[in-house]
């Protein structure tokens, strides 16, 4: 349950779906909604989250959408830690199964784990290339929203740099956040921003303010973004004082 207020999380989401930009207020809106559930404590409410957005859809649409919450948390483990994201894959199979027993549908043997707990790999997870396509990839993304910013960053890190840029560039950027295949570039990094923000760092939501400009968010527009992830965090008990805002964000260009 919400933590602060007798809001419904179905409330919440309207509010939300008002305060966002035009240009989310389509399907964008819920990549926040999620990631700041996440964020703030709430995974077990990605599980309603799903079933309000997929009950009054087609079958095409319903898979699109799962896509795109798979791909905000696998997005998410690399910002705020396995544990929250399993809650919410957890919640979202619930939610899922649930579905489908009102529909009356039976999920096939292969789409089940077996004994071991294991299924075979997606497809696309096959064969990735970790060495060159993967990193080039992350660094490409980091480029694109840190510029010149990236080197003070990775010079604080002393004798540790090495090894924990090759993770940002491999891991955490190159075979998540820059994987654009399902969410936008865009899409991608308000699921960063949020998620990072709803922690209170104040450093990295600037680099991320920051990065959502550097994408061609206005400035205008990034407030909105942050008022929604501020009503997600609000609603889930979270306090927002002292939050960067992206006024305050310095050395937007070059």
């Known amino acids: 349950m919400a933590a602060s207020n007798s809001e419904s999380l179905q409330e919440l989401c309207t509010r939300v779906q008002a305060i966002v930009p035009e240009r989310f207020r389509k ?75 009102k529909r009356g549908i039976t999920v096939e043997p292969a789409q089940q784990p077996s004994e071991d707990g294991l299924l075979e790999f997606p497809e696309k997870r096959k064969n990735i290339d970790i060495n060159n396509e993967i990193p080039n990839r992350g660094t490409e993304f980091l480029q694109q929203l840190y510029r010149k910013n990236l080197a003070p960053i990775c010079s604080s890190w002393g004798s540790f740099a090495s090894d924990f840029m090759w993770m940002e560039r491999s891991v955490i950027y190159g075979l998540f956040l820059s994987d654009h295949e399902v969410l936008s570039a865009v899409e991608a990094e308000l699921v960063i921003l949020t998620s990072i923000m709803c922690q209170g760092l104040s450093a990295p939501t600037i680099w991320h303010l920051r990065g959502l400009r550097r994408l061609g968010v206005s400035e205008a527009d990034t407030e909105s973004v942050q008022q929604a992830v501020e009503a997600v965090a609000t609603w889930s008990g979270r306090s927002v004082e002292g939050w960067a805002r992206v006024k305050d964000v310095p050395d937007l260009i070059p």
């Open 27 to 101: 399907d964008a809106w819920y990549l926040i909604v999620a990631s700041a559930l996440v964020g703030c404590g709430q995974p077990s409410e990605v599980g309603p989250l799903y079933t309000s957005l997929v009950e009054s859809v087609d079958d095409t649409e319903e898979k699109r959408i799962k896509q795109r919450l798979s791909d905000v948390l696998m997005k998410e483990w690399t910002l705020v830690g396995i544990p929250p994201v399993v809650y919410a894959v957890t919640a979202l199979g619930k939610a899922e199964t649930a579905l489908y027993e």
